[in-house]
């Protein structure tokens, strides 16, 4: 523990800058997880520990890891109980430029739009009340007419439970790793349009769904 608290960063950044494949250190990096926001973990302990059905290394990207209690892409990896690595130093997005997979499990972003659903039920949450179609149809229109050009799309998903809304990258757009290296290399970079989407079971999103129509 000392010493990756000491040497930690510099590995990260000669896993960013190696010329040659820096497979060698790997092995050597340490990462905060959701479920343990002070220890540190090896990628091997994390794939052990995440089981044999497990393929993926999930991990959040942000610059806080106490931001992690309050994301809402944490819904469905809570609900799962899956753990997730924490990248949120400064050189992490450099480093996930090369770190792409280890030992045959690719690395991904938890808040990536395209992610299995990694849900499990509760008991009783299959009696929550659902939103009419006709209703959310309406909602989602209200959302986009209010919003603009300031999304690329509003849309509905079960992908939350416990979180209203969230925003995702559309279709497309480059890995959050990078966006953040053309941000830091280029003040001027623009991030691609977020993606709204809304939980209709939600009771906030519910409530806002029984707002007038004429008023928005």
Do not use: C
């Not at 959701?34 to 220890?39: E, I, P, Q, R, T």
């Not at 990694?118 to 929550?128: I, K, L, R």
């Not at 690329?152 to 480059?174: H, I, K, M, Q, Y």
């Amino acid at each position: 523990q000392t010493f990756w608290e000491t040497y930690g960063t510099r590995i990260k950044e000669g896993v960013a800058v190696e010329q040659d494949p820096p497979d060698k250190l790997f092995p050597l990096l340490r990462f905060h997880t959701s479920k343990d926001l002070s220890g540190w973990v090896s990628l091997e302990d994390y794939i052990e520990q995440a089981g044999s059905e497990q393929k993926e290394i999930y991990y959040f990207l942000g610059d806080d890891p106490s931001a992690v209690r309050f994301s809402p892409h944490m819904d469905a990896f809570r609900k799962a109980d899956i753990d997730v690595l924490l990248m949120t130093d400064p050189v992490d997005p450099f480093m996930l430029l090369q770190l792409k997979e280890f030992n045959e499990h690719p690395l991904v972003n938890i808040a990536d739009a395209d992610l299995p659903d990694t849900e499990t039920s509760e008991p009783g949450e299959e009696d929550v009340e659902t939103l009419d179609q006709a209703v959310v149809t309406d909602l989602v229109t209200k959302f986009k007419a209010v919003l603009e050009d300031k999304v690329s799309d509003v849309r509905t998903t079960n992908r939350l439970s416990d979180s209203p809304a969230r925003l995702v990258d559309p279709e497309g757009a480059p890995d959050q790793s990078v966006q953040r290296v053309y941000q830091m290399m280029d003040k001027k970079f623009e991030l691609p349009k977020k993606v709204l989407e809304l939980n209709p079971k939600h009771p906030i999103i519910k409530g806002m769904a029984a707002l007038d129509q004429e008023d928005p």
